[in-house]
């Protein structure tokens, strides 16, 4: 089986977020880079796959400029067997242009199963996987919890309110992970030494970006004002309804 996950580095989730003076990028300079949390669900049960069938074959591949190589690196030294950067100066933050590029380089191989996490922590976005299957016609199933392969075909669930749905098809299949029942694992010191010697495939793509949206600025979101107390009990809720329509209009 030949596996292809598809991660993004993105922010330290416990980082302060800088806007720089020119109000359209982040400031670098504090910022940790790590791989993305759901994407680090779908590593895992690669390799798991992996683990069960020794015939397996696993490639991981992101896009992003040369800081992204670390954690290709990484995911080598946990036990994928190759890896491709798709070269950029920066982020791109058009989805649809990150999937179109990525679309391009998958359909230069033939994949059985490509794994993407569900969404990005920093975009939040939930489409990229979603958008390459609709691109290359290869089937998705999204907010994945857990999969198993049968042969040829994958039964795959998503966890909903109240109830789980269960899908079924043949491969090749784009899985979006959620976050699984699995532990994640992390690589040894010896393992992440040894990963740094092997060569990761580096493919520039500057020139295949035509990105059409302009950021026009970013801004923090307002800050949230500090609660007011009113009172305890029901002799309170006179005074709420009073704010509520008299002070707030909300009713």
Same mark, same amino acid.
């Given at each position: 089986m030949?596996?292809?996950?598809?991660?993004?580095?993105?922010?330290?989730?416990?980082t302060k977020?800088?806007?720089?003076e020119?109000?359209?990028?982040?400031e670098?300079?504090s910022?940790?880079?790590?791989?993305?949390p759901?994407d680090?669900?779908?590593i895992e049960?690669?390799?798991?796959?992996k683990e069960?069938?020794p015939?397996t074959?696993?490639?991981v591949?992101?896009?992003?400029p040369?800081?992204?190589k @670390?954690?290709?690196?990484k995911?080598?030294?946990?036990?994928?067997?190759?890896?491709?950067?798709?070269?950029?100066?920066?982020?791109?933050?058009n989805?649809?242009v990150?999937a179109?590029?990525?679309?391009n380089?998958?359909?230069k191989?033939?994949?059985?199963?490509i794994?993407f996490?569900k969404k990005?922590?920093?975009?939040?976005n939930n489409?990229i996987?979603i958008m390459?299957?609709? %691109?290359? @016609?290869?089937?998705?199933i999204?907010n994945?919890?857990?999969f198993k392969?049968?042969?040829?075909t994958? +039964?795959?669930?998503?966890?909903?309110?109240?109830?789980? @749905? %269960?899908?079924?098809?043949?491969l090749?299949?784009i899985? +979006?992970?959620e976050?699984?029942?699995?532990e994640?694992?992390?690589p040894?010191l010896?393992?992440l030494?040894?990963?740094?010697?092997k060569?990761?495939?580096?493919?520039?793509?500057v020139e @295949?970006?035509n990105?059409? %949206?302009e950021l026009?600025?970013l801004?923090?979101p307002?800050?949230r004002k500090?609660g007011k107390?009113i009172g305890?009990g029901?002799?309170a809720v006179?005074?709420?309804?009073? %704010?509520?329509?008299?002070?707030?209009?909300i009713i």
């Open positions: 030949k596996i292809l996950i598809c991660i993004k580095q993105v922010p330290d989730t416990a977020i800088k806007i720089s020119n109000k359209k990028t982040i670098q300079t910022i940790k880079y790590e791989i993305n759901y680090e669900y779908a049960e690669a390799l798991r796959l069960n069938d015939n074959t696993i490639t591949m992101s896009l992003g040369e800081r992204v @670390q954690s290709l690196t995911i080598i030294a946990i036990g994928a067997d190759n890896a491709i950067h798709l070269k950029t100066n920066e982020d791109i933050k989805s649809f990150v179109k590029i990525l679309a380089e998958i359909k191989e033939r994949y059985d199963l794994l996490g990005s922590v920093d975009q939040d489409q996987g390459i299957g609709e %691109i290359n @016609q290869i089937p998705c999204s994945c919890t857990e392969i049968n042969n040829n994958i +039964t795959a669930h998503r966890e909903i309110e109240g109830a789980i @749905q %269960i899908f079924e098809s043949k090749p299949i899985i +979006t992970q976050k699984g029942k699995n994640l694992r992390y040894s010896r393992n030494m040894a990963a740094k010697k060569t990761i495939e580096s493919i520039d793509i @295949q970006i990105d059409d %949206i026009i600025k801004e923090y307002p800050v500090e107390i305890e029901k002799e006179s005074e709420l309804v009073r %704010i509520l329509r008299e002070e707030r209009k």
